[in-house]
Protein backbone atom coordinates (compact mmCIF):
# COMPACT_ATOMS: atom_id res chain seq x y z
CA UNK A 1 0.00 0.00 0.00
CA UNK A 2 1.18 3.16 -1.00
CA UNK A 3 -1.38 5.20 -0.51
CA UNK A 4 -4.05 6.19 1.51
CA UNK A 5 -7.35 8.03 0.83
CA UNK A 6 -8.43 11.02 2.81
CA UNK A 7 -11.49 8.72 4.09
CA UNK A 8 -9.48 5.78 4.89
CA UNK A 9 -6.55 8.79 6.48
CA UNK A 10 -9.72 9.82 8.60
CA UNK A 11 -11.18 6.22 9.48
CA UNK A 12 -7.41 5.11 10.67
CA UNK A 13 -7.71 8.59 12.81
CA UNK A 14 -10.61 7.87 14.57
CA UNK A 15 -9.68 4.48 15.17
CA UNK A 16 -6.38 5.76 16.83
CA UNK A 17 -7.74 8.25 18.95
CA UNK A 18 -11.31 6.58 20.00
CA UNK A 19 -10.92 3.94 22.66
CA UNK A 20 -12.06 0.52 22.64
CA UNK A 21 -15.24 1.30 24.79
CA UNK A 22 -15.88 4.55 22.63
CA UNK A 23 -16.25 2.04 19.80
CA UNK A 24 -18.59 -0.18 21.80
CA UNK A 25 -20.59 2.80 22.83
CA UNK A 26 -21.02 3.17 18.90
CA UNK A 27 -22.41 -0.24 18.56
CA UNK A 28 -24.46 0.19 20.88
CA UNK A 29 -26.11 3.52 19.46
CA UNK A 30 -26.01 1.78 15.97
CA UNK A 31 -27.34 -1.53 16.26
CA UNK A 32 -29.47 -1.75 19.45
CA UNK A 33 -31.27 2.11 20.14
CA UNK A 34 -31.88 3.07 17.24
CA UNK A 35 -33.83 0.38 16.11
CA UNK A 36 -35.38 -0.38 18.80
CA UNK A 37 -36.72 3.39 18.51
CA UNK A 38 -37.80 2.69 15.02
CA UNK A 39 -38.61 -0.62 14.68
CA UNK A 40 -40.05 -1.29 18.07
CA UNK A 41 -41.14 1.97 19.23
CA UNK A 42 -42.37 4.19 16.50
CA UNK A 43 -45.11 1.09 15.25
CA UNK A 44 -46.07 0.83 19.30
CA UNK A 45 -46.88 4.52 19.71
CA UNK A 46 -48.74 5.22 16.62
CA UNK A 47 -51.89 3.29 17.48
CA UNK A 48 -54.43 4.91 19.44
CA UNK A 49 -52.91 6.21 22.62
CA UNK A 50 -55.89 6.83 25.19
CA UNK A 51 -59.71 6.32 25.88
CA UNK A 52 -61.54 7.96 28.29
CA UNK A 53 -64.91 6.84 29.27
CA UNK A 54 -66.56 10.39 27.76
CA UNK A 55 -67.75 11.38 24.81
CA UNK A 56 -66.31 15.27 25.59
CA UNK A 57 -65.11 16.41 22.93
CA UNK A 58 -61.34 16.66 23.87
CA UNK A 59 -61.45 15.60 26.98
CA UNK A 60 -59.05 12.51 26.18
CA UNK A 61 -56.49 14.41 24.61
CA UNK A 62 -56.13 16.97 27.31
CA UNK A 63 -56.00 14.23 29.61
CA UNK A 64 -53.70 12.62 27.92
CA UNK A 65 -51.28 15.23 27.63
CA UNK A 66 -51.60 15.63 31.53
CA UNK A 67 -50.54 11.98 31.87
CA UNK A 68 -47.54 12.33 29.83
CA UNK A 69 -47.12 16.07 28.53
CA UNK A 70 -44.14 14.56 25.77
CA UNK A 71 -44.41 11.72 23.73
CA UNK A 72 -42.14 9.13 24.49
CA UNK A 73 -41.03 7.68 21.17
CA UNK A 74 -40.65 11.41 19.93
CA UNK A 75 -38.61 12.25 23.46
CA UNK A 76 -36.26 9.20 22.94
CA UNK A 77 -35.41 10.18 19.04
CA UNK A 78 -34.85 13.70 19.94
CA UNK A 79 -32.52 11.49 22.91
CA UNK A 80 -30.46 9.43 20.48
CA UNK A 81 -29.95 12.77 18.27
CA UNK A 82 -28.82 14.78 21.00
CA UNK A 83 -26.48 12.30 22.36
CA UNK A 84 -25.44 11.32 19.11
CA UNK A 85 -24.44 14.90 18.36
CA UNK A 86 -21.65 15.49 20.29
CA UNK A 87 -19.17 12.10 18.64
CA UNK A 88 -20.87 13.68 14.92
CA UNK A 89 -19.49 16.76 15.69
CA UNK A 90 -15.96 15.10 17.48
CA UNK A 91 -15.53 13.37 13.65
CA UNK A 92 -16.27 16.32 11.17
CA UNK A 93 -13.51 17.95 13.50
CA UNK A 94 -11.30 15.25 12.81
CA UNK A 95 -12.00 15.04 9.52
CA UNK A 96 -11.60 18.60 8.95
CA UNK A 97 -7.91 18.34 10.26
CA UNK A 98 -7.80 15.39 7.81
CA UNK A 99 -8.30 16.96 5.21
CA UNK A 100 -6.07 20.25 6.40
CA UNK A 101 -3.16 17.91 7.00
CA UNK A 102 -3.23 16.41 3.82
CA UNK A 103 -3.84 19.62 1.71
CA UNK A 104 -0.21 21.02 3.26
CA UNK A 105 2.63 21.05 0.87
CA UNK A 106 4.90 19.41 4.06
CA UNK A 107 2.25 17.47 5.04
CA UNK A 108 5.26 14.82 5.57
CA UNK A 109 6.91 16.94 8.08
CA UNK A 110 6.67 15.04 12.05
CA UNK A 111 4.04 17.23 14.52
CA UNK A 112 5.18 17.33 18.32
CA UNK A 113 1.84 15.84 18.89
CA UNK A 114 1.57 13.05 16.50
CA UNK A 115 2.35 9.07 16.28
CA UNK A 116 3.08 7.20 13.15
CA UNK A 117 1.54 4.09 11.53
CA UNK A 118 3.52 1.64 9.36
CA UNK A 119 1.63 -0.61 7.23
CA UNK A 120 3.44 -2.12 3.80
CA UNK A 121 6.12 0.17 3.74
CA UNK A 122 3.88 3.22 4.15
CA UNK A 123 4.94 5.91 6.92
CA UNK A 124 2.01 8.08 8.19
CA UNK A 125 1.70 10.61 10.76
CA UNK A 126 -1.43 9.82 12.77
CA UNK A 127 -3.13 13.73 14.29
CA UNK A 128 -3.34 13.47 18.09
CA UNK A 129 -6.91 13.81 19.15
CA UNK A 130 -6.65 12.93 23.06
CA UNK A 131 -7.69 16.46 24.47
CA UNK A 132 -11.12 17.03 22.22
CA UNK A 133 -11.75 13.64 22.65
CA UNK A 134 -12.59 14.19 26.32
CA UNK A 135 -14.24 17.39 25.98
CA UNK A 136 -16.90 15.34 23.99
CA UNK A 137 -17.16 12.79 26.40
CA UNK A 138 -18.44 14.90 29.02
CA UNK A 139 -20.55 16.83 27.04
CA UNK A 140 -22.04 13.44 25.80
CA UNK A 141 -22.22 12.32 29.44
CA UNK A 142 -24.00 15.34 30.67
CA UNK A 143 -26.65 15.51 27.54
CA UNK A 144 -27.34 11.66 28.89
CA UNK A 145 -27.71 12.61 32.25
CA UNK A 146 -29.40 15.69 31.35
CA UNK A 147 -32.10 13.49 29.07
CA UNK A 148 -32.09 10.95 31.97
CA UNK A 149 -33.55 12.81 34.42
CA UNK A 150 -35.97 14.65 32.23
CA UNK A 151 -37.60 11.39 31.15
CA UNK A 152 -38.06 10.43 35.01
CA UNK A 153 -39.18 13.59 35.75
CA UNK A 154 -41.65 13.88 32.54
CA UNK A 155 -42.67 10.26 31.81
CA UNK A 156 -42.31 8.13 35.04
CA UNK A 157 -40.83 4.56 35.05
CA UNK A 158 -43.84 3.15 33.60
CA UNK A 159 -47.24 3.44 31.86
CA UNK A 160 -50.50 2.30 33.91
CA UNK A 161 -53.25 0.40 32.82
CA UNK A 162 -56.05 3.50 33.69
CA UNK A 163 -55.85 6.46 35.60
CA UNK A 164 -58.47 9.43 37.00
CA UNK A 165 -58.71 12.76 34.81
CA UNK A 166 -60.33 15.92 36.07
CA UNK A 167 -58.70 18.09 33.10
CA UNK A 168 -60.95 20.71 31.47
CA UNK A 169 -63.20 20.19 29.71
CA UNK A 170 -63.96 17.12 31.30
CA UNK A 171 -66.87 17.85 33.46
CA UNK A 172 -65.80 15.58 36.39
CA UNK A 173 -63.75 13.06 37.35
CA UNK A 174 -63.39 10.27 34.65
CA UNK A 175 -61.38 7.14 33.98
CA UNK A 176 -58.71 7.06 30.90
CA UNK A 177 -57.56 3.71 29.68
CA UNK A 178 -54.36 3.63 27.78
CA UNK A 179 -53.81 0.69 24.71
CA UNK A 180 -51.09 -1.53 24.75
CA UNK A 181 -50.07 -0.50 28.63
CA UNK A 182 -47.97 -3.46 29.35
CA UNK A 183 -45.86 -3.84 26.08
CA UNK A 184 -45.25 0.33 25.92
CA UNK A 185 -43.95 -0.15 29.49
CA UNK A 186 -41.54 -3.23 28.65
CA UNK A 187 -40.27 -0.87 25.75
CA UNK A 188 -39.56 2.10 28.67
CA UNK A 189 -37.89 -0.01 30.66
CA UNK A 190 -35.24 -0.86 27.68
CA UNK A 191 -34.80 1.94 27.18
CA UNK A 192 -34.35 3.00 30.34
CA UNK A 193 -31.65 0.45 30.46
CA UNK A 194 -30.05 1.58 27.19
CA UNK A 195 -29.56 4.60 28.78
CA UNK A 196 -28.29 3.14 31.83
CA UNK A 197 -25.72 1.08 29.51
CA UNK A 198 -25.04 4.50 27.31
CA UNK A 199 -23.64 6.00 30.36
CA UNK A 200 -21.50 3.66 32.08
CA UNK A 201 -20.46 3.05 28.80
CA UNK A 202 -18.99 6.87 28.48
CA UNK A 203 -17.84 7.05 32.11
CA UNK A 204 -15.57 4.37 31.24
CA UNK A 205 -14.57 5.74 27.91
CA UNK A 206 -13.60 8.91 29.88
CA UNK A 207 -11.63 6.93 32.60
CA UNK A 208 -10.11 5.18 30.50
CA UNK A 209 -9.44 8.79 27.88
CA UNK A 210 -7.86 10.22 31.07
CA UNK A 211 -5.05 7.28 31.62
CA UNK A 212 -4.31 7.33 28.00
CA UNK A 213 -4.07 11.45 27.84
CA UNK A 214 -1.94 11.19 31.33
CA UNK A 215 0.32 8.05 30.03
CA UNK A 216 2.25 10.15 28.11
CA UNK A 217 3.08 12.98 29.94
CA UNK A 218 3.81 10.55 32.48
CA UNK A 219 6.76 8.94 30.50
CA UNK A 220 7.53 12.59 28.98
CA UNK A 221 8.42 13.44 32.53
CA UNK A 222 10.12 10.71 32.97
CA UNK A 223 12.41 11.56 29.93
CA UNK A 224 13.02 14.79 31.06
CA UNK A 225 13.98 14.02 34.85
CA UNK A 226 16.96 11.20 32.93
CA UNK A 227 17.97 13.83 30.75
CA UNK A 228 18.45 16.37 33.60
CA UNK A 229 20.54 13.47 36.04
CA UNK A 230 22.68 12.46 32.96
CA UNK A 231 23.31 16.44 32.52
CA UNK A 232 24.40 16.70 36.38
CA UNK A 233 26.60 13.96 35.75
CA UNK A 234 24.47 11.63 38.33
CA UNK A 235 25.15 8.52 36.89
CA UNK A 236 26.47 5.03 38.11
CA UNK A 237 30.07 5.45 38.31
CA UNK A 238 32.89 3.04 40.31
CA UNK A 239 33.87 5.22 43.19
CA UNK A 240 37.60 6.38 43.30
CA UNK A 241 39.56 4.10 45.63
CA UNK A 242 40.55 6.29 48.87
CA UNK A 243 43.06 4.06 50.00
CA UNK A 244 45.72 4.34 47.73
CA UNK A 245 49.59 4.48 48.82
CA UNK A 246 50.92 7.66 49.21
CA UNK A 247 54.40 7.45 50.81
CA UNK A 248 57.42 4.82 49.77
CA UNK A 249 57.21 2.62 52.72
CA UNK A 250 53.43 1.93 51.56
CA UNK A 251 54.40 1.27 47.98
CA UNK A 252 55.20 -2.74 46.68
CA UNK A 253 57.37 -3.21 43.77
CA UNK A 254 56.13 -6.31 41.53
CA UNK A 255 59.13 -7.93 39.67
CA UNK A 256 58.54 -6.85 35.98
CA UNK A 257 57.29 -3.76 36.84
CA UNK A 258 58.75 -0.20 35.67
CA UNK A 259 62.48 0.42 35.23
CA UNK A 260 61.69 3.63 38.24
CA UNK A 261 61.19 1.13 40.65
CA UNK A 262 62.45 -2.25 42.31
CA UNK A 263 61.65 -4.44 44.64
CA UNK A 264 64.75 -5.67 47.10
CA UNK A 265 63.65 -8.31 49.98
CA UNK A 266 66.39 -8.42 52.69
CA UNK A 267 67.58 -11.65 54.70
CA UNK A 268 64.91 -11.07 57.46
CA UNK A 269 61.87 -10.87 55.17
CA UNK A 270 61.01 -7.25 55.14
CA UNK A 271 60.23 -5.51 51.91
CA UNK A 272 61.31 -2.12 51.25
CA UNK A 273 61.46 0.11 48.67
CA UNK A 274 64.56 1.45 46.58
CA UNK A 275 64.28 3.71 43.49
CA UNK A 276 65.63 3.58 40.29
CA UNK A 277 67.94 6.55 41.31
CA UNK A 278 69.28 5.10 45.13
CA UNK A 279 70.34 1.48 43.31
CA UNK A 280 72.30 3.61 40.49
CA UNK A 281 73.98 6.16 43.06
CA UNK A 282 74.98 2.39 45.36
CA UNK A 283 76.14 0.57 42.42
CA UNK A 284 78.62 3.48 41.25
CA UNK A 285 80.01 3.55 45.04
CA UNK A 286 81.08 -0.10 45.15
CA UNK A 287 82.92 0.32 42.02
CA UNK A 288 84.82 3.69 43.14
CA UNK A 289 85.92 1.22 46.31
Not at 127 to 145: A, G, M, P, S
Not at 169 to 189: A, G, N, Q, W
Given at each position: ???????????L???????????????????????I???????????????????????????????V????????????????L???????????????????????????N??T???????????????????????????E?????G??S??????????????????????????????????????????????????????L??????????????????E????????S????????????EQ??I?????A???????E??????????????????????
Amino acid sequence: MRYISPVGYWILTLSHNVTIVGKIWLMVMILLRVPILLLAGYPLYKEQEVTCNTVMPGCATQCYDSMVPVSPIRYWLVQTIMVFLPYALFSVYVFHKVIKLMAKPNANRRKSNSSTYHEGGLQIEILDFRRDYVIHLVLRIVLELGFCVGQYSLCGTGVPNTFACTRSPCPHIIDCFISRPTEKSFLMILMWCIGAVSLILSLLDLILAFHRRCRPEKIKKQIALLENDSLKGVCSETPAPTNLATTSEQMVIYPGGPAQSLEKTDEFGNDHLITHRQAKTKKESGSNL
